[in-house]
């Protein structure tokens, strides 16, 4: 399989449209998905600003908002996990470094499936403009979580947002699940058939492997999130019943209004759905998700503390099979988001003990990185700082896991703010770490310039400590019996006792946010002004490092690579340099 | 930057863990028979869990700082990996977690593979937006039957959850807007919801189970302490879930007698 490409004579396109609008080529489609993902990324933080203030000062009079009601809060919180959730943790490490780097990093001169990718990126977009777009319609954005249990979400009636919003929000993912489809088989597609000639399965980077086994997850994930949000609107808006029973009464109401697309303006009676089987359709989806979301930063930070160790990365093989247990379990392990949710207890046995198990991969995984980190020579730049960062909290937010994955143990912390520490810790901020981490490594790759150190290390600083100090009070809360989506805490009086600790949340994160400004200003300042970046300017191994910066229309400048060594050949006795390019020619007898 | 980030790293992991061990914010008290059990399980998870935390961070901190590039620096040891290493260390985790996960079974099989006991109190719940109902069959020991049609949630209890008070066995049924269970005695519990789901959390009874529309569902606990007991609503509702939420009152059997009997008495 791993047959010499064919050399396509890419001549790069003319005219900005086609260019840069409508590109083809994978890597203005990896920084248009990046660019999405980081406006997505600062619309998401900026809700979370406004509910961490609504959480401590329920009455704050918010300039152009005004006061924010129980049911605003809401809609924040909906908004914000879905936008983060699907349109900067899967879109940036997956689609926007997965498309500039996969292909270069396996040596071929673009994606299998071109114009496949440009219709995945564009498809994307239109997902996120009709999300946003709830925000402006009659009612308002949804206020059923990013999780969207039925029959809330599955009925207008059960509170504002749940009419045209709500719609639009299921619409919007429909459209971004086959957006994630198209990209998924581009990716798979591309690694089965693109790679160079010498790049075997064992010699792909870990953040190839990653890219690859994620897109696997997407396609066999997004698919039933497909289905399931179809469904929901047949019962919204044509009256089917798939997850809405009969005997429900609305406040009042015996029968249930058109969802805001319905071709009916009667009212429908609901007969025999199951609520429960919304949680299980979302759950198959949502599980893999979180891995969707997390994989790409695992390989990242593979690729980077072997890197910037100048250190073979510990255990490469272990690595990927661990990759692919991970892959795997993932789809067993879903209903351990229901423990509570009236499902067989006895299921909950089963459910709990595959969770376990998938616990094993990850741990294997950060032994694999302390073990890369030993006796090697640690340049701690900032990529490397943000990857040093990813494994830190990934270790914090993976030993909450352990606790929940107890049934018993799950019985006082389910629903509570422990979760809510749990996911953002191990899948919010690790992942952005991530995501951090890549764009300070291949940010001179890209745009052929540095960014600025200084800037980086002190982002990196607050953002760490920032992090902790929002995300580790979560977990003392949630053993309080802080209960998670809770627009304040002024009625139930135990939680009341629980609000300066709230408070201190609140400045943490304004301080936290602040921070991301000098990303933000280091990001564009660095496009026009860093210092000029030299081919391989942190001396790594990988392919994208032996071409051209910014890489050429066709990466390789119509040379196809031919690959001798493994990805992460450092400190190679004898060797001339303290690395082997995987480009090298096979001197030296390695992997 | 190696020993910024090693002091950054372990003072994050030493403030951490100060919290968890000072148990500055901390389960409440329990009051159910399986608070006990449960509470243990929870040590000694936090225990296994907390060394493996502190390790981690620990050894992260310090490789890192110890490992540092510099001019004296020792050169790199090329190697890519240690098999028997990681044999060992996969063991080792995989019969942590999984043996903690089955030490923790039996409770939970205790608690919902087996039906309550037939002495146990029957209390229904109710969830709605936003407000919960409790229901005591009475005598005759038989919920009487409800019907949406019926429900009015402005004219509350009865006629909130929809009684057919036409119906015999519904005559001496008692709802409540209260709970009021005795101490000591098992609580057969009935768990429904007439919109959208909600759940039933009370965490001194360490005990939390979600109402869902279309489903009665049956759960049993045993209070072990007199005293009033806050419960919240923890599955999102709608606009007024932070508000949903009521209160548990242990009291003494002879109490609880003559409460329920004070309500009976005000039916007739
Ligand atoms: C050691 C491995 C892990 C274990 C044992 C574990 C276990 C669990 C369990 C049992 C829950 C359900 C808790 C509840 O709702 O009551 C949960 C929630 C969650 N986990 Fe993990 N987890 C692990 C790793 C991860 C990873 C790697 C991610 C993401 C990258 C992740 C993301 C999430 C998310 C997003 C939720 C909550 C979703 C929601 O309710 O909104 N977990 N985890
Ligand atoms: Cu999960
Ligand atoms: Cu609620």
């Not at chain 1, 114009?115 to 995945?120: A, D, E, G, I, P």
């Not at chain 1, 009070?473 to 053993?479: A, K, Q, R, T």
């Not at chain 2, 959850?161 to 009021?180: F, Q």
């Amino acid at each position: 399989m791993a047959t010499t490409a064919p050399v396509h004579v890419h001549a790069a396109p003319q005219g900005f449209i086609r260019r840069y609008v409508f590109s083809l080529d994978h890597k203005v489609i990896g920084i248009q998905y990046y660019f999405l993902a980081l406006a997505a990324v600062f619309v998401g933080m900026f809700l979370s600003l406004l509910m961490r203030i609504h959480l401590v000062w329920p009455t704050a009079q918010i300039p152009l908002f005004g006061e924010i009601k129980p049911e605003t809060y809401l809609t924040l919180l909906t908004m914000h996990g879905t936008i983060m959730v699907f349109f900067v943790l899967t879109t940036a490490p997956q689609s926007g470094f997965g498309n500039y780097f996969l292909p270069i990093q396996i040596g071929a001169p673009d994606m299998a499936f071109p114009v496949l990718n440009m219709l995945s990126f564009w498809t994307t977009f239109v997902a996120f403009v009709v999300m946003i777009a709830a925000f402006f319609v009659a009612g308002g954005a949804p206020l059923h979580g990013w999780t969207g249990y039925a029959p809330l979400s599955a009925v207008p009636n059960s509170g504002p947002g749940e009419a045209l919003g709500a719609d639009l929000w299921i619409v919007s993912i429909a459209i971004f699940c086959i957006a994630s489809l198209m990209g998924a088989l581009n990716f798979i597609t591309t690694v089965l058939d693109l790679r160079a000639k010498g790049m075997t399965m064992m010699r792909m980077p870990l953040t190839v492997w990653a890219w690859f086994i994620t897109a696997i997850l997407g396609l066999l994930a997004f698919g039933v999130l497909l289905s399931a949000g179809i469904l929901l609107l047949m019962d919204r808006n044509l009256g089917t019943s798939f997850f809405v029973p009969g005997g429900l009464n609305f406040t009042g109401q015996l029968t249930v209004t058109p969802g805001g697309l319905s071709p009916s303006t009667t009212n429908f009676t609901h007969h025999g759905g199951s609520p429960l089987l919304w949680q299980h359709l979302f759950w198959f989806f949502g599980h893999p998700e979180v891995y969707i979301a997390i994989l790409p930063g695992m390989g990242v930070a593979s690729q980077l503390l072997s890197t910037f160790s100048r250190k073979p990365i510990f255990g490469y093989k272990a690595m990927v099979y661990a990759i692919m247990a991970i892959g795997i379990l993932g789809f067993v392990v879903w209903g351990h988001h229901m423990f509570m949710s009236g499902m067989s207890p006895y299921s909950a046995f089963a459910f709990s003990i595959m969770t376990m198990c998938i616990g094993v991969p990850s741990a294997i995984k950060t032994f694999n990185w302390l073990g890369t980190l030993w006796h090697g020579r640690i340049r701690l730049q900032t990529p490397m700082l943000f990857a040093i960062g990813f494994v830190s909290l990934f270790v914090s937010g993976g030993l909450s896991g352990p606790f929940l994955a107890q049934p018993v143990l799950d019985i006082p912390l389910h629903d509570t703010y422990f979760v809510v520490g749990h996911f953002h810790l191990i899948m919010g901020v690790a992942a952005i770490f991530g995501i951090f981490a890549g764009t300070y490594y291949w940010f001179p790759k890209m745009f052929g310039r540095m960014m600025n150190e200084r800037l980086g290390q002190i982002h990196f600083l607050i953002t760490l400590l920032g992090t902790y100090a929002i995300f580790m009070p979560m977990h003392y809360l949630g053993l309080a019996g802080q209960t998670r989506r809770y627009s304040q805490f002024t009625e139930v009086a135990y939680q009341t006792k629980l609000v300066p600790l709230q408070t201190f949340m609140t400045y943490a994160a304004l301080i936290t946010i602040a921070a991301q400004f000098l990303f933000l200003i280091n990001l564009f300042w660095s496009m026009r002004k860093g210092a000029k970046a030299s081919d391989n300017p942190w001396e790594s191994t990988t392919l994208e490092w032996s071409t051209a910066t910014p890489p050429p229309h066709d990466n390789f400048g119509g040379q196809t690579p031919v690959v001798s060594h493994g990805p992460y050949e450092y400190s190679v006795p004898g060797a001339p340099r303290d690395f082997i390019m995987q480009t090298d020619p096979a001197t030296t007898a390695t992997h | 930057m190696g020993l910024a980030l090693l002091v950054v790293i372990w003072l994050i992991t030493f403030v951490s863990t100060y919290f968890f061990i000072a148990k500055t914010w901390w389960l409440p008290h329990g009051a159910s028979t399986s608070a006990a059990f449960i509470d243990g399980q929870f040590t000694l998870t936090f225990i296994l869990m907390g060394i493996v935390f502190v390790a981690a961070q620990l050894a992260l901190g310090y490789l890192v700082w110890k490992f540092r590039d510099r001019p004296e620096a020792a050169p790199v040891e090329y190697s890519h990996g240690n098999t028997r290493l990681e044999v060992i260390w996969t063991t080792l985790t995989a019969i942590l977690f999984i043996g903690l996960n089955l030490m923790g079974s039996r409770v939970w099989a205790n608690e919902r593979f087996a039906p309550a006991s037939p002495g146990a109190v029957q209390v229904e719940v109710t969830g709605m937006q936003f407000a919960w109902y409790f229901r005591y069959p009475g005598p005759d020991g038989k919920y009487g039957p409800t019907s949406a049609k019926l429900m009015d949630a402005s004219a509350g209890s009865e006629a909130a959850i929809g009684l057919d008070t036409g119906d015999p066995s519904a005559k001496d049924d008692v709802v409540a807007g209260v709970m009021y269970v005795p101490v000591g005695r098992q609580v057969d519990l009935t768990l429904r919801a007439v919109d959208v789901i909600h759940s039933f959390f009370v965490p001194s009874f360490r005990f939390k189970q979600d109402a869902v529309p279309g489903l009665a569902i049956h759960m049993h606990f045993t209070p072990t302490e007199i005293g009033d007991y806050e419960m919240a609503c923890a599955e999102l509702c709608g606009l007024g879930h932070y508000k949903m939420h009521g209160m548990v009152k242990v009291v003494s059997q002879q109490d609880f007698d003559s409460w329920l009997a004070a309500r009976e008495a005000e039916k007739q």
